[in-house]
């Protein structure tokens, strides 16, 4: 499985931005599928997750009302809508999906500053 992130960039604060990871490989191994984000020096964290078969959606609470999962069963893409965004939410994303294994993009940087 391969996962591509994209979307990334500087944003202000109050902001938006909508990041894209596109799936590719053995995507009907993937159970389910997720944000997390880095910042360095500290862990990385789960930003929201989504399982495959039913959808069922589950979000960081300093994220949700902010932040919205989609996904794009044609294209095999995640998409990871967000809005009001603040410095705080300034990390390296990385798109995740757990199969056989759990594999893991890049990631794509996120920068909120004014």
């Known amino acids: 499985v391969q996962l591509v992130e994209s979307g990334g960039g500087l944003v202000k604060p109050g902001g938006s931005l909508r990041l894209s990871c596109k799936t590719s490989g053995s995507i009907t191994e993937i159970k389910a599928m997720g944000w997390y984000r880095q910042v360095p020096g500290k862990q990385r964290e789960m930003v929201t997750t989504?399982?495959?078969?039913?959808?069922?959606?589950r979000y960081a609470e300093f994220v949700k009302g902010r932040f919205t999962l989609s996904r794009d069963n044609v294209e095999n893409t995640l998409f990871l809508q967000m809005n009001d965004l603040t410095p705080e939410d300034t990390a390296n994303y990385l798109c995740?999906?757990?199969?056989?294994?759990?594999?893991w993009g890049q990631g794509t940087q996120v920068t909120v500053s004014s």
């Open positions: 989504i399982i495959s078969r039913g959808g069922y959606t």
């Open positions: 995740t999906a757990w199969g056989d294994t759990q594999y």
